[in-house]
């Protein structure tokens, strides 16, 4: 029974959310001079201050069976002997060998419910370790910091208890001035993996274990400033910043008569913006009928403010110094904040007057071998990363993201919906009513906002995601109404379960839905602003008909974009249960609950190397777009606040697949939201085929990316392709299926594999969860064409016994093979992946080059980012962590294989229809459809070739809407013929 504790188990008990734990304050940092403030006014690590301390680094650590399981002397006892680990802080034991692995659930709760019940077995964490209070912390008040803890934690200092704290994702600190002494001190902190909270951390992401966030001890003086406030706003028409800074003023006893507080407005080079504001603080004696607080508010309106925005992320700093009564600076602060408005007026979100399209992400905190223990180095590559994408907002999905986070996005320039940790996932709308449950939801919701506000970047309050809608929830849209008019609330239940129109108004000024179909969100009509906030899911080859969405976004009033699910994999990098190094997903801990693979599904691998569908991606959320129109090309800007005078077009003539022209297109200044009509900058060519594309680049470095870097490319057709003819006489005619060749064929020489018909493609997890068919039954969601290709025997039957199958062979006499088939789909089939043929080469071919959609993967619904052209490449390594379909390149005109060395290649040209979809890998679907991890697959030596003349779209059925239509493949005849010819 933990001391202090005792019989009183605050873990198990919902309404318990802490215990003498410290209101929640904005991440402020006291320093003795203000140069040191203004020096450490942004993100910073460890000991800048001379009175912080971190405590980062290793930890004796000991794992017991629960809560009740640890000894008193775990506590007070030096922790001595081998049964104690050392382990990393920040960092998660389940990551750290510690004998508790990682468990992967989506919406199941990882235990037998109900709600607050827990299981018996509790892995419960003891950290320990020493800390020094220097001599000259004497007379201070000492706070301890803990980040973030999973799930809840217990404090004790000196073997004494000290307080109690809950939400993993947001810090807690502890008043422990009078648990220490000078010199060396004793620090236990118990981390229980399980508690009644868990089950509104019910997220769809690993259940881990331990202090993921910074740990610090901090010797606040016996008078300071204990908050700061900075309500920074903007008027756009009259180009002014509006700034209220509150500081809060506190102590080990209450201020006495004389202290004061300066506040300062000023540039980031300290150029000041106004005269300082110095102002007594109240204390208790003065007005007492009128006392509001040690409070001090300054007040300011900025003329010739900069306004902060994604695309322009302005920053200026405030100043706050504490002035003791003799005059003196006892500390300063220093806070980066920009001005900017958030207003919403009818259906548009507006942000400084302007709407503002929202390309979103998702983003969870994940590293693959840190767990959610992340250095500022992983957070500035995911944000970095996301810029180079031309992802301008992020939605910390589902709780408040490390604070670095908001500091960043605040300087490189992305909007943040920030969100409340809460989800009841497993209990979605059973606890949003239950009193039981109030005031986590509001403490939640409100210590979030107390720590975060301050930050520009944030552009709405997100009240949690799935837990139902409820009284607990307009609690907590009440409190952050009064507390922070500024910003619009967001919350997708709300309207989810009262409808768009008019449901759950009080608590979700946005209707911010997820996975809606394509055709729901052209019918939108309400009166909100429409922000997806998820949609197009990104699990495994997936982001089909992400054009398609934007088509209705760019038409449609109201709608103003979403938030991609989502950034990166969840994978795990560990030993797998093959044997093999690699990212683990669900169950490959030996989990018995777990929702498998459904943790992989990122426009990212866990380790930032993009998936395929990043092209379209990136430009579907392009800031500059071409279109022809009559005989000029129009240039659009799709920015809301800069012009694009920080980009170079420049224009490339193709035809039948070779350039024929190109140079700079002389841009004039395109003001925001604006576009400009250019004159063609080449005459419409006389032969076929031809496309003319424009490419935006960097002019300058960014933080992101260097000068030249590619931010949108636009392509119009000219003139369209043409059915291609055979030049050549022939030699002869073989009918039949199999096609016997004659010695004279070169082809056949280099073939490993006959070329036989082909309708089987390795399932993506859109077209079903090969890895849990229980998964559809179990939530009705993900895509169900795989059950009906296996129920039709087409991953396992030749496909010549599933369809009619004619096939003809003409032999050139230069040796090349025309091969004419003609299919018919029976009716019954009508949902297949492919109709086309497969043939392998020879080892040796590690080469393509192509003229039709590329460079990367591209499929018939996601191939508006894959423009035509002629392309060269090694052969695509298989990109997705469960091996399914990919390496597609749709509307190719020819396709050659090529051996790097000899030069020596296999070519394809398509004759009949005029484009058909190529692909070459190392893998045949069946290779890829057997295998349930990246790390089963064996590349083979052979290159294996799909060519359709039909492909299915990609989709999004693994969570949202299948294929639309026009993306399927049709039934009934497809004919189809291509030469084969040896280079
Ligand atoms: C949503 C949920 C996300 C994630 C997604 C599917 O319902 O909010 O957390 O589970 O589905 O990947």
Redesign the pocket.
Known sequence: MLPGVGSVRPWADPGVVELNRLPMRAPTTAFPTTAEARKNDRVHDGDASPWRRTLNGKWNFRLYESPDAVPANAIIKAPTGSSWLRVAVPGNWTMQNTGDLPQYT??QMPFDGPPPSLPEKNPTGVYRRLFTVPSSWDGRQIVLHIGGAESTHVLYVNGQWVGYGTDSRLASEYDITDFVERGDNDLAIVVSKWSAQSYVED???WWMGGLHREVFVEARGATHIDNLICDAGYNHVVGSGTLTVTTIVGGLTAPTAGWKVTTRVETLQCKQLSKPVTKKVPHISYRPMGFFGHKVDASFTLPCIAPWSAESPSQYRVVVELIDPAGEIAEAHAQVIGFRSIVISGNELLINGQPAWIFGV?RHDHHPTRGKALTIDNIRDDLLAMRRHNITAVRC??YPNDPRLLDLCDEIGLYVVDEANL?A?AYNTSLCNDPAWRTTWLARAARMVERDRNHASIIMWSLG??AGYGRNHDAQAGWIRYADPTRPLHY?PASFHEGWLDGGRHVSDVVCP??PTHQDTAAYAGDRPFIM??YS?A?GNSNGSLADYWDTILATPGLQGGFI??WKDHGLYTTLPNGKKGFAYGGQFGEPIHDGN?VA?GLMSADLVPHPAMQEVEWVYRPATMEKKGANLVITNRRSFTTLDDLAATWELNVGGNVRGSGTLEMPTVSPGQSVKLPMPCATPTDPDAHLTVTFAQRAATAWAPAGHVVARDQVQLKAAKQAKITRPKAQLQPGGDAPRTPASAVSKLLAAPIELSIFRASTDNDGYKLMPQLHERYGIGGTSLQSWQAAGVDTQPADELVTHDHRVEVLDDGSEVHHHIVNVPDALDDLGRVGMTFQLKPGFDRTRWFGRGQLENYPDRNRGAMVGTWESGIDAAPYLVPQEFGLRTDCRWFEFVKSGSGEAVRLDVLQPTVMHVSATRFTAHDLFAAGHETDIKPRKTLVVHVDVAHRGIGTA??GPDILEQYRVPTGKHAFSYRLSVR
Do not use: G, K
């Open positions: 989506n919406v997220q769809d992401q998702n999905a589902h989800e996932h995601n799935e997708e997820m996975y906030c998820e899911h699990m699910w989502e459904f599904d693994s969570c």
